[in-house]
């Protein structure tokens, strides 16, 4: 009854509970370690900001380099495009010699060869037409 009379005592006691101590032991060395801690992370404050730094200088020099890229990237693809249209039709205009050269060749070695029957000829001008085709595509 005097403990619940004099909330100082009542205090007092509880302070003095083994469970108590165990837990006020508990607080002080979780106390002491964010202490640690805290020092520690102090300690490297100065290494984060050179880190820092040099993140965004390297981020600022990577947006530049990329800006470049992204200039002789479209350099290049325009230069592919006109290439790639001259390309064609150079490619194009080649093959469509070859296959009239063909044609004309094969034309000539019929003429200096022999006379030809109407089953050699139907075959001649198929083969002659379609290769005089051959130079459209």
């Excluded at 101590?21 to 370690?33: I, N, P």
């Excluded at 984060?48 to 479209?74: D, F, G, P, Q």
């Excluded at 010699?97 to 060869?113: C, H, P, T, V």
Aim: aromatic content about 4%.
């Amino acid at each position: 009854q005097n403990l619940k009379e004099n909330g100082l005592i009542m205090d007092d006691w509880i302070l003095e509970l083994p469970q108590v101590q165990a837990l006020a032991w508990k607080l002080k060395e979780a106390r002491e370690e964010n202490s640690r801690l805290a020092v520690d992370i102090l300690s490297h404050e100065e290494e984060v900001n050179a880190a820092t730094s040099s993140c965004e200088h390297s981020r600022i020099m990577l947006k530049e380099r990329l800006r470049s890229v992204e200039a002789l990237s479209h350099q290049r693809n325009e230069i592919l495009k006109h290439r790639s249209n001259q390309q064609a039709s150079t490619i194009l205009a080649t093959r469509a010699q070859q296959a009239d050269a063909q044609a004309e060749e094969m034309l000539q070695d019929a003429l200096s060869g022999e006379a030809m029957n109407a089953s050699a000829l139907a075959d001649f001008r198929k083969r002659f037409v379609q290769q005089k085709m051959e130079k459209h595509w």
